[in-house]
């Protein structure tokens, strides 16, 4: 394992999720959202870095390729280059020229028509998919899955209207995840926030966590309390009689990377897609279900208040949390049983047969342990 990959447990080199602490760069074999379709203009190539590579993305006579943006020749950006012919892509620096769909070099324009490096150089190509007005990207050298399997069922509904923000973000995405997942930071981390305006949020919840059958893991509250008395500190939090106690979300989290929060009528999902080791393109979406009419007034209202109470403000206090954790070591409390569900079910990722042996979890650590540990 490469140690510097690693963010769980009590000390680097020991892990209880081996796959899931190599997986600095995500899982392969699996969709990803990129970017909007609208993003990527006819003829003017994207570049991004996903999954550890420079990735070009390039519109030809309507349909999205992926390449790796890396002349095999001298190292060039392939992003810089230019179509000399339909189909293909040259690079600026000597004029290789690349079939769009199979990355293998067609031309060596400076070379002559029989140059020998027609059929003997290639460039990686990658999957690509256009669906709900998203550009997804396959990270797999296998035959992928149709792109629907990893596209949440909500959001390919003909009534779904949706309201997408794409940012780069510091932080490996596992802790993206963790964070999304975790039960805890919500009743203190976002008490304050203006989104938490008119909900009393509770002080701690127990939680069960179970698999539905689209591949959800979702946290189902056993037990909720808004108060309590601290022997010797006093009452926390405080509840304020005009706030709703309703508890308004329930959160699930899916392979590679998605997490959803119900939230009544409406539904947030959140993407954490890794570009580089200890970074990630956030993608967040807001969904309603709901007629052409209303999805008018819910672009206004989104782009008026709901886009900066919510996407904005509340989850960059996430974004703060998910630049500053630092594991590991760890010393993981009850309501962080979430996270380790999350990261069992990582073990099962694609791409490996189901591990056979049953992953040993603990759901907290004495002080001895992990004062020892810390301290080796
Ligand atoms: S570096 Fe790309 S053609 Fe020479
Ligand atoms: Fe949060």
């Known amino acids: ?121 290639h460039v990686r190509v990658y999957p690509v998919e256009e669906r709900i007005g998203l550009v997804w990207i396959y990270n797999g050298k296998n035959t992928p899955p149709p792109v629907e399997e990893d596209i949440p069922s909500e959001i390919l509904r003909k009534d779904a209207a949706m309201m997408w923000r794409f940012t780069e973000r510091p932080g490996d995405w596992r802790y993206g995840a963790e964070n999304g997942f975790d039960d805890g930071h919500g009743k203190f981390l976002h008490r304050a926030s203006w989104f938490a305006t008119f909900m009393q949020l509770p002080g701690w919840i127990q939680s069960k966590m179970e698999l539905d059958h689209e591949g959800w893991l979702v946290r189902k509250p056993t037990k909720v309390d808004f108060e309590g008395e601290f022997p010797r500190l006093g009452k926390w939090p405080k509840v304020h009689w005009w706030k709703s106690k309703r508890v308004l979300s329930t959160p699930s ?34 969904v309603k279900h709901t007629n052409a009419f209303n ?57 490996t047969k189901p591990s056979d042996h049953e992953i040993e979890v603990r759901d907290d650590f004495s002080r001895e342990e992990f004062t020892k540990a810390t301290q080796a």
């Open 295 to 351: 999805r008018l007034f819910l672009r206004l209202r989104y782009w008026a208040y709901i886009r900066w109470i919510f996407h904005v403000s509340f989850n960059n206090e996430d974004a703060w949390m998910v630049e500053l954790t630092n594991t590991p070591p760890e010393q993981l409390y009850r309501p962080d049983l979430s996270i380790i569900e999350w990261r069992k079910m990582c073990e099962n990722a694609r791409g």
């Open 1 to 121: 394992m490469n140690q510097h990959f690693q963010v769980t447990g009590l000390q680097r080199g020991k892990t209880r999720f081996p796959r899931y602490d190599e997986a600095a760069l995500g899982f392969e074999n699996y969709w990803y959202p990129v970017m909007l379709s609208k993003e990527l203009k006819q003829g003017k190539p994207k570049a991004l870095t996903l999954f550890g590579e420079r990735i070009m993305f390039y519109r030809d006579q309507g349909r999205v390729f992926a390449l790796h943006d890396r002349c095999p020749h001298r190292g060039i950006p392939l992003s810089k280059g230019t179509q000399v012919f339909p189909k293909t892509w040259s690079c600026i620096y000597h004029g290789w020229t690349f079939d769009l769909k199979t990355g293998k070099v067609v031309a060596a324009l400076t070379d002559g028509p029989d140059s020998k490096v027609c059929g003997n150089a």
């Open 253 to 286: 989290i899916k392979l590679p990377c998605v997490l959803r929060v119900e939230l009544g009528k409406y539904m947030h999902f959140e993407w954490y897609v890794p570009t580089q080791a200890g970074h990630h393109r956030y993608v967040q979406l807001l």
